[in-house]
C-alpha cells in the first residue's frame, strides 16, 4: 500500500538535506589510504611495475603505473583511470582484455580485478605523491614515531582556575586552554547531560519521567546526582548492547562473507554468537587484557566450566569473521585470511598497518616485510574455521567449526571409553526386563524369524555387524506409542554420502511412499545435519527433526526414542535433555515391522554394528530412560549446543617464508614467529631496558597465546592509547588521536599527549576496566560542558582542539532506529536471540537481491538485527553503517538526501509513525492539544514551547483539510504525518 505524504513533510525533510551535502575532501581518507595500501598497491607492483614503472627497461605505452601522476596522466592512449568512473577507465578495460591486453601474459583473477574496480569506484584514492622508491624509509622524526615511545606519564598540573577541574581529566584540559589563552564554555544544561548520558552510555534517549527525576536530583547535588545516574547506566544490560556495538565495529563484524571476487557472498549462519559473547563481555566489564588475550587465543585459556570454555571458543571467532576473497584460482587464499588476521590485530589494537608490509617494506612506518611475516606465522600456524562457506569450494574451501558442549571433554578420554568394545553388565538386562519389553535381542546372534538381508555377521564381541545390509523383523500388536532403545556404532565417514546411514525404520517394508518412523544419521544432504540424528515420516507427511550433537565415527551410542501419539522425544547416551523433541505425525498405522540398521526399503544402509535391542508397547519415562543407561555402565554423552567460528592450533606449527611481491610464486627465508621488533630500534634509548621484550614462541606451539600477552602488556607503547583513544572517541565525538585506526606516521598527532598516557596508564591502574575508564571521562566537567559557545570562544578555539565546547553529535544508524522504535513504544529491550540466518548455509546473492528476503522484521534493539555484508538491514543502510570489510573505529558521518528520502518513504518509519499515533489516539478524551503534547514527550523528551504548540495544531488542521478534499487517495493520517515529521527533527537526530 502506497502512502501520499503532504508537501510540507517533504519540505522539511528534504530542504535540511539539500543544505548539508559534503562537497568531498582535498586530504586522502585514512580508510581509503589503507584500501590502496593493502589491496591496490600489491597488484600494481606484483602484476605491473615491471613495464610500467619508472625503473622498467622499456615504458610500455609510455605508461607509469609507479605514482598518482603517471595514473592520471596516462600513456599514448590517454589517461588510465577516471576517479569514480571504472566504465570510462582504460586501466579497467586492459584489466578485461578488451582494449588491450594487461597483463599480457596472463590476466589477472577476477578477484582482482574486482579490487581495481572498486578502487576507481570509491575515487581512485592515491596517497603516492610520487614515484615509488624501492627499498625502506631509512629515518624517521621522533615526532613521527611518537607512539612508538613509551607512555610519558605526567602528573596532572596545576591550573589558574583551581575551583573548575573536577578531577585529572579537566586539570590536563584547562592547563592547555590557559597556555592558548583560551577558555571553556559553560557547563551543559542539565536536561542536556541527561539525554547526552543516556546516549553515550546505553544508546537510547531518557524518558520525560526520567529526566525529571535527575533534573529534580542535581539541582540539589549536581555531582552526587551525575553519579548515581551513571553508575546505573553502566549497569544495566542496555549498556553491553551499545558499547558492544562500538566494538563489532572495530572486528569488522558481519554475517555473510561480502562479495569474495567473484561476486559470491556465503553466509555465516553462526557469527551472531561472536556479536552475544561481546555483548556480554562488555556487560561483564572483562578486563581489556582478557578481553583481547580471549579474542586472540581463547581456546588455548583454561576453562573451570563448559559454559567458560564455549565462551572462550567463540571468542575467537574475532580473528574468523572476516570477509575473505574468492579460493578460485587463488593460490595465497590461505595468506590472503593471514593478511585479513594481520590486519584486524594490528590495527584493531595498535593503531597500526602493519599489513601495508605484505610485499615490501612499509613505506611509511618502521615495519619491515620481515616482521608481517614474522606474525604471519603465527596465524600460519592456527588453523581458521569459519564453516561450509555455503560448500561452495569456489568461494572458500568448507572448514569445521568449533563444537559447543555441554561438558568439558578436554583430554578425550570419554571418547576413548566410547569407542571401546560394548560389554553391558547383567545389571543392564535386570533394568530392562522390569520394563517388560516387547522384544529384547542382544544381538549376538540372528534373532528367531528375523530376516537379514545381505552380509550381517554375529558375535559376542561385535554383536551384529553390518556392511550394506540390514535386518527386518516384526512384534505382534505393537501398541501405537511405543518406546525403541538400541546400540550402534557407525564406521563411515559423516561426510561420505548424502545420508550416513538409517538406523531404524517402524514401517510396512518396501514401500516406495516410506511411510513410518525413520531414524537416521544426516550426511552431505544437509550440512546442518551432517553427522546428527534425525527422525523422518516418510514421503507424503515429510516432516523431520534432527539433533545438534554430532556423532563421531566409530564409537558406541545408545539411542532411546519415545513415542507419545504426534510427540516424539529422543535420548541419546543418557543425556536427559532430548537430544529431538517435537511433533511429528505417525504414519505407520498399524505396521508392528520394523527394519534395523537401513530404512523399510533399504535406503542408506548402516554401515557398522548394532547391539541390544528393545521394543516396549509404551512411552518410556524420563526417568526410566536414564535407569537403562545408567545401568549399561558405559559414560554419558555429552550435549553439543551448537557450533561457533574460530580458530584453533594446527596441528603442527611452523614459520612462514617471505613472500617475495606478497605471493606464494617466490618464497624467500622463513622467519621466526614473533610479532613487531625493528619499530623498537628505532626509538630505543636504552637497550638495556627494551621497550617490549622479544616474543619466544614454543616450537610446539602458534604463539597466538604469546602475541597476546605481548599485546596487553602494560608496557606496550600503543595498545593501551588505542583503546583509551576509542573510548574518547565515542564519548566526545573526536578522539584526542583524530585518526583512532592509524597511529602510525600517516595519522595524526594527538591533541592532548600528555592526557592521553595519562589516560591509559590510569586504564592500567584500574585493571582494564573499560566501565572505570568510561565513567572517569563522562563524570568530568570536559565531557559535561555545553556545545554552545560564544565568539571568544570560536576565536581561540575554531576546530574545538582545545575542547573548549562539546561536539554536537548525530545519532548512528542503530541509535536512531532504536530510538524510533521506542517512542512508538514498540522496542522490545529483551535480548534478540540468534539469528534470521542461522540455519541458512548458502550464496545469498545468486539470483541477484536474494539477501534482502532474509531480513526479518524485529522489534529489538538494532545490534540484534542481521549484519549482512554487501546486504545490510534496510533500516540502517542510509547513515553510515560501516561494511563489516575492514575495522573502522570511527564512522563516516555524512548528510544525504538519501537520509532524509529515508525518513521520508521508508516503511520502517510510516510504520512506526502509525504505531505512535494509534496510541496517542488511543485517549479518546485526549485534546488534540494533549496528544501533541504527548507527541513531543515521546520523541523530543520535552513539552512543546506555546509557539510549537501553535504550529502543530495548525498543521494538523491542515493536513486534514487535505484529507478530506483527497478522500479518494491513500494518505497517512493527520497525526501520523505529524509524528514522522518529529521523528525527522533535527532536535530527535542530534545529540548535544
Same mark, same amino acid.
Not at 535540511?16 to 600494481?44: C, H, M, T, W
Not at 625502506?136 to 613509551?150: A, D, G, K, N, V
Not at 621497550?691 to 597466538?704: C, E, L, Q, T
Not at 537520509?899 to 518513504?905: D, E, I, R, T
Given at each position: 500500500?502506497t ?7 517533504v ?8 543544505s548539508?551535502i559534503?562537497?568531498?575532501q582535498?586530504?586522502? /581518507?585514512n580508510?581509503?589510504r ?6 591496490v598497491?600489491p597488484?600494481?607492483v606484483?602484476?605491473?611495475?615491471e613495464?610500467h614503472s ?6 610500455g ?7 598518482r601522476?603517471g595514473?592520471?596522466k596516462?600513456g ?6 577516471v576517479p569514480?568512473?571504472?566504465e570510462?577507465s582504460?586501466l579497467?578495460?586492459a584489466l578485461h ?5 594487461m597483463?599480457?601474459d596472463?590476466p ?11 578502487w ?5 584514492w592515491?596517497?603516492?605523491?610520487k614515484?615509488?622508491?624501492s627499498? /625502506?624509509r631509512e629515518?624517521?622524526?621522533?615526532e613521527e614515531l611518537w607512539?612508538?615511545y613509551p ?10 582556575r583551581k575551583?573548575?577541574p ?7 584540559v584547562?592547563?592547555q586552554?590557559e597556555?592558548?589563552?583560551?577558555k571553556?564554555?559553560n ?5 542536556t547531560?541527561?539525554r ?9 534517549p ?5 529526566i ?5 536530583a542535581?539541582t ?7 553519579e548515581t545516574?551513571?553508575d546505573?547506566?553502566l ?5 553491553g ?5 562500538h566494538?563489532?565495529?572495530?572486528a569488522?563484524?558481519g554475517?555473510?562473507?561480502g ?17 552475544d559473547y561481546?555483548?556480554d563481555a562488555?556487560?561483564r566489564?572483562?578486563p581489556y587484557?582478557?578481553f583481547?588475550?580471549e579474542?586472540i587465543?581463547g581456546?588455548?585459556l583454561?576453562?573451570?566450566s563448559a559454559?567458560e570454555?564455549?565462551?572462550l571458543l567463540v ?5 574468523a569473521?572476516g570477509?575473505?576473497?574468492a579460493?578460485?584460482?587463488n593460490k595465497d587464499f590461505?595468506?590472503d585470511?593471514v593478511?585479513? =588476521?594481520i590486519?584486524t590485530v594490528?590495527?584493531a589494537?595498535?593503531?597500526?598497518s602493519?599489513?601495508c608490509a605484505?610485499c615490501h617494506d ?5 615495519i619491515?616485510?620481515r @616482521?608481517?611475516?614474522a606474525m604471519?606465522?603465527?596465524?600460519k600456524s592456527?588453523e581458521?574455521?569459519?564453516g561450509?562457506?555455503a560448500n ?13 558442549r555441554s561438558?568439558?571433554?578436554?583430554d578425550g578420554?570419554k571418547?576413548k571409553q566410547?569407542?571401546a568394545p560394548?560389554?553391558?553388565?547383567p545389571a543392564y538386562?535386570? =533394568? ?5 519389553p ?5 544381538l549376538?546372534q540372528?534373532p528367531?524369524?528375523w ?8 558375535? @559376542? ?7 550394506e545390509?540390514?535386518l527386518?523383523g516384526?512384534v505382534?500388536?505393537?501398541?501405537a506409542d511405543y518406546?525403541?532403545?538400541f546400540?550402534f556404532?557407525?564406521e563411515?565417514?559423516n561426510n561420505k554420502?548424502?545420508?550416513t546411514?538409517y538406523l ?7 514401500n516406495?511412499?516410506?511411510?513410518g518412523?525413520h531414524?537416521?544419521i ?8 551432517t ?6 515420516n516418510g ?6 527433526l ?5 556423532i563421531?565415527p566409530?564409537t558406541w551410542?545408545h ?5 507419545t501419539?504426534?510427540q516424539?522425544?529422543?535420548y ?7 537430544e529431538i523433541e517435537g ?16 530404512r523399510?526399503e533399504?535406503f542408506a544402509?548402516?554401515?557398522g554394528?548394532?547391539?541390544h535391542?528393545s521394543l516396549f508397547?509404551k512411552p518410556?519415562?524420563?526417568?526410566d530412560?536414564?535407569?537403562?543407561h545408567d545401568?549399561s555402565g558405559?559414560p554419558?554423552?555429552v550435549?553439543q549446543?551448537g ?7 594446527a596441528k603442527?606449527?611452523i ?6 611481491n606478497g605471493t606464494?610464486?617466490?618464497l624467500?627465508a622463513?622467519?621466526p614467529?614473533?610479532a613487531?621488533s625493528a619499530c623498537?630500534? =628505532?626509538? %630505543?634509548?636504552?637497550?638495556?631496558s /627494551?621497550?617490549?621484550p622479544d616474543?619466544n ?6 604463539g597466538r ?7 596487553t602488556?602494560?608496557?606496550h607503547p600503543q595498545t593501551?592509547?588505542v ?7 565515542k564519548?566526545?565525538g573526536e578522539g584526542?588521536v ?6 602510525g606516521?600517516?595519522?595524526a598527532?594527538?591533541t592532548?599527549p600528555?592526557l592521553?598516557?595519562?589516560?591509559a596508564?590510569d ?7 573499560i ?17 554552545d559557545f560564544d ?13 573548549t565546547?562539546?561536539?554536537q553529535r548525530?545519532l ?10 521506542l ?5 522490545d529491550l529483551?535480548?534478540g =536471540?540468534?539469528?534470521p540466518? %542461522?540455519?541458512v548455509d548458502?550464496?545469498i546473492?545468486l539470483p541477484e537481491?536474494?539477501?534482502?528476503t532474509l531480513?526479518r /522484521?524485529?522489534?529489538?534493539?538494532s545490534i540484534y538485527?542481521?549484519?549482512?555484508r554487501?546486504a545490510?538491514?534496510?533500516e540502517?543502510a542510509?547513515?553510515?553503517?560501516p561494511?563489516g570489510?575492514k ?5 563516516s558521518?555524512?548528510?544525504l ?6 525518513l521520508l518513504n521508508s516503511?520502517?518509519?510510516i510504520q512506526q509513525a502509525?504505531h ?7 485517549n479518546s478524551k485526549a485534546?488534540?492539544e494533549e ?7 515521546r520523541?523530543l523528551?520535552r513539552?512543546p514551547?506555546?509557539?510549537?504548540l501553535i %504550529?502543530?495544531?495548525?498543521l494538523?488542521?491542515?493536513?486534514q483539510?487535505?484529507?478530506s478534499?483527497?478522500?479518494?487517495? %491513500?494518505q497517512?493520517?493527520?497525526l ?5 515529521a518529529l521523528?525527522a527533527?533535527n532536535e530527535?537526530?542530534y545529540v548535544d
Amino acid at each position: 500500500m502506497t502512502h501520499r505524504i503532504p508537501l510540507i513533510l517533504v519540505s522539511l525533510l528534504i530542504g535540511q538535506a539539500i543544505s548539508s551535502i559534503s562537497l568531498g575532501q582535498d586530504q586522502i /581518507p585514512n580508510q581509503e589510504r589503507l584500501y590502496f595500501e593493502q589491496k591496490v598497491r600489491p597488484i600494481l607492483v606484483a602484476q605491473c611495475y615491471e613495464c610500467h614503472s619508472e625503473k622498467s627497461k622499456e615504458i610500455g605505452g609510455k605508461l607509469l603505473l609507479d605514482s598518482r601522476a603517471g595514473i592520471l596522466k596516462g600513456g599514448e592512449s590517454g589517461p588510465a583511470v577516471v576517479p569514480g568512473e571504472p566504465e570510462k577507465s582504460l586501466l579497467l578495460d586492459a584489466l578485461h582484455y578488451e582494449t588491450f591486453e594487461m597483463p599480457p601474459d596472463k590476466p589477472l583473477s577476477e578477484a582482482d580485478i574486482n579490487v581495481v574496480a572498486q578502487w576507481i569506484q570509491r575515487g581512485a584514492w592515491d596517497p603516492r605523491t610520487k614515484a615509488t622508491k624501492s627499498g /625502506p624509509r631509512e629515518s624517521w622524526e621522533p615526532e613521527e614515531l611518537w607512539s612508538f615511545y613509551p607512555r610519558h606519564v605526567a602528573a596532572p598540573p596545576s591550573v589558574e582556575r583551581k575551583n573548575w577541574p573536577q578531577g585529572p581529566i579537566d586539570q590536563f584540559v584547562l592547563h592547555q586552554m590557559e597556555l592558548a589563552g583560551a577558555k571553556p564554555t559553560n557547563n551543559a544544561k542539565l536536561r542536556t547531560l541527561v539525554r547526552r548520558l543516556y546516549y553515550d552510555l546505553i544508546g537510547l534517549p531518557p524518558s520525560v519521567e526520567e529526566i525529571e527525576s535527575f533534573v529534580q536530583a542535581a539541582t540539589k547535588d549536581r555531582r552526587q546526582a551525575t553519579e548515581t545516574l551513571v553508575d546505573d547506566l553502566l549497569s544495566r544490560p542496555q549498556f553491553g548492547e551499545h558499547w558492544g556495538r562500538h566494538w563489532l565495529d572495530v572486528a569488522r563484524y558481519g554475517e555473510s562473507n561480502g562479495n569474495d571476487g567473484l561476486s559470491r557472498n556465503a553466509t555465516f549462519p553462526h557469527a551472531w554468537r561472536y556479536r552475544d559473547y561481546v555483548i556480554d563481555a562488555i556487560n561483564r566489564d572483562i578486563p581489556y587484557d582478557r578481553f583481547l588475550t580471549e579474542q586472540i587465543a581463547g581456546d588455548l585459556l583454561s576453562a573451570a566450566s563448559a559454559e567458560e570454555r564455549n565462551r572462550l571458543l567463540v571468542a575467537t571467532g574475532f580473528l574468523a569473521i572476516g570477509s575473505k576473497p574468492a579460493a578460485a584460482m587463488n593460490k595465497d587464499f590461505p595468506m590472503d585470511i593471514v593478511d585479513d =588476521q594481520i590486519n584486524t590485530v594490528s590495527t584493531a589494537v595498535m593503531g597500526l598497518s602493519v599489513a601495508c608490509a605484505r610485499c615490501h617494506d612499509h613505506k611509511h612506518d618502521p615495519i619491515p616485510t620481515r @616482521d608481517y611475516y614474522a606474525m604471519a606465522g603465527i596465524f600460519k600456524s592456527s588453523e581458521t574455521l569459519y564453516g561450509a562457506a555455503a560448500n561452495e569450494k569456489l568461494t572458500a574451501p568448507p572448514t569445521e567449526l568449533h563444537v559447543l558442549r555441554s561438558q568439558l571433554t578436554g583430554d578425550g578420554s570419554k571418547q576413548k571409553q566410547m569407542q571401546a568394545p560394548l560389554a553391558l553388565p547383567p545389571a543392564y538386562l535386570d =533394568q530392562v526386563n522390569p520394563l517388560k519389553p516387547d522384544l529384547h535381542v542382544p544381538l549376538d546372534q540372528l534373532p528367531q524369524d528375523w530376516k537379514a538381508v545381505n552380509s550381517v555377521t554375529f558375535s @559376542d564381541n561385535e554383536f551384529a555387524k553390518l556392511k550394506e545390509s540390514y535386518l527386518q523383523g516384526n512384534v505382534e500388536d505393537l501398541a501405537a506409542d511405543y518406546t525403541v532403545s538400541f546400540w550402534f556404532k557407525n564406521e563411515l565417514e559423516n561426510n561420505k554420502r548424502p545420508i550416513t546411514a538409517y538406523l531404524f525404520t517402524r514401517g510396512e517394508p518396501g514401500n516406495k511412499e516410506i511411510p513410518g518412523d525413520h531414524i537416521g544419521i544426516g550426511g552431505t544432504h544437509d550440512p546442518k545435519r551432517t553427522g546428527r540424528l534425525f527422525v523422518f515420516n516418510g514421503n507424503k507427511k515429510k516432516t523431520s527433526l534432527a539433533g545438534s550433537t554430532v556423532i563421531a565415527p566409530g564409537t558406541w551410542n545408545h539411542v532411546v526414542m519415545t513415542r507419545t501419539g504426534n510427540q516424539v522425544r529422543v535420548y541419546l547416551n543418557g543425556v536427559m535433555k532430548p537430544e529431538i523433541e517435537g511433533k511429528i505425525d505417525p504414519t505407520y498405522g498399524k505396521e508392528s515391522r520394523f527394519t534395523l540398521g537401513g530404512r523399510s526399503e533399504g535406503f542408506a544402509p548402516l554401515m557398522g554394528n548394532l547391539a541390544h535391542f528393545s521394543l516396549f508397547s509404551k512411552p518410556l519415562s524420563e526417568s526410566d530412560v536414564k535407569k537403562l543407561h545408567d545401568a549399561s555402565g558405559r559414560p554419558k554423552g555429552v550435549r553439543q549446543l551448537g557450533l561457533a567460528m574460530g580458530v584453533r592450533e594446527a596441528k603442527k606449527p611452523i614459520d612462514c617464508k617471505v613472500h617475495v611481491n606478497g605471493t606464494s610464486a617466490k618464497l624467500g627465508a622463513a622467519v621466526p614467529r614473533g610479532a613487531l621488533s625493528a619499530c623498537w630500534k =628505532q626509538v %630505543q634509548s636504552d637497550e638495556s631496558s /627494551p621497550i617490549m621484550p622479544d616474543m619466544n614462541v614454543p616450537d610446539a606451539a602458534s604463539g597466538r597465546l604469546q602475541l597476546a600477552a605481548w599485546l596487553t602488556d602494560p608496557r606496550h607503547p600503543q595498545t593501551w592509547r588505542v583503546m583509551v583513544n576509542r573510548v574518547w572517541l565515542k564519548l566526545m565525538g573526536e578522539g584526542l588521536v583524530s585518526t583512532p585506526d592509524d597511529f602510525g606516521v600517516y595519522g595524526a598527532r594527538p591533541t592532548h599527549p600528555e592526557l592521553l598516557d595519562w589516560l591509559a596508564q590510569d586504564f592500567i591502574d584500574n585493571g582494564g576496566s573499560i566501565k572505570s575508564l568510561i565513567r572517569s571521562i563522562v563524570l568530568s566537567r570536559t565531557y559535561q560542558l555545553s556545545g554552545d559557545f560564544d565568539a571568544e570562544i570560536a576565536e581561540h578555539d575554531p576546530e574545538n582542539r582545545l575542547l573548549t565546547r562539546h561536539r554536537q553529535r548525530r545519532l548512528s544508524a542503530e541509535q536512531l532506529r532504536d530510538s524510533i522504535l521506542l517512542a512508538s513504544g514498540m522496542l522490545d529491550l529483551k535480548p534478540g =536471540q540468534g539469528s534470521p540466518i %542461522q540455519e541458512v548455509d548458502a550464496l545469498i546473492n545468486l539470483p541477484e537481491y536474494e539477501a534482502s528476503t532474509l531480513h526479518r /522484521p524485529s522489534d529489538h534493539r538494532s545490534i540484534y538485527l542481521c549484519y549482512m555484508r554487501n546486504a545490510p538491514p534496510a533500516e540502517l543502510a542510509a547513515f553510515d553503517l560501516p561494511d563489516g570489510l575492514k575495522v573502522t573505529g570511527k564512522r563516516s558521518q555524512t548528510v544525504l538526501p538519501a537520509q532524509s528520502l529515508f525518513l521520508l518513504n521508508s516503511p520502517f518509519v510510516i510504520q512506526q509513525a502509525e504505531h505512535l499515533a494509534s496510541q496517542l489516539d488511543a485517549n479518546s478524551k485526549a485534546s488534540t492539544e494533549e496528544k501533541i503534547t504527548q507527541a513531543f514527550r515521546r520523541t523530543l523528551q520535552r513539552n512543546p514551547t506555546e509557539p510549537e504548540l501553535i %504550529q502543530a495544531v495548525e498543521l494538523l488542521k491542515r493536513l486534514q483539510s487535505e484529507l478530506s478534499v483527497n478522500s479518494s487517495t %491513500q494518505q497517512m493520517r493527520p497525526l501520523a504525518v505529524f509524528c514522522q515529521a518529529l521523528f525527522a527533527a533535527n532536535e530527535f537526530r542530534y545529540v548535544d
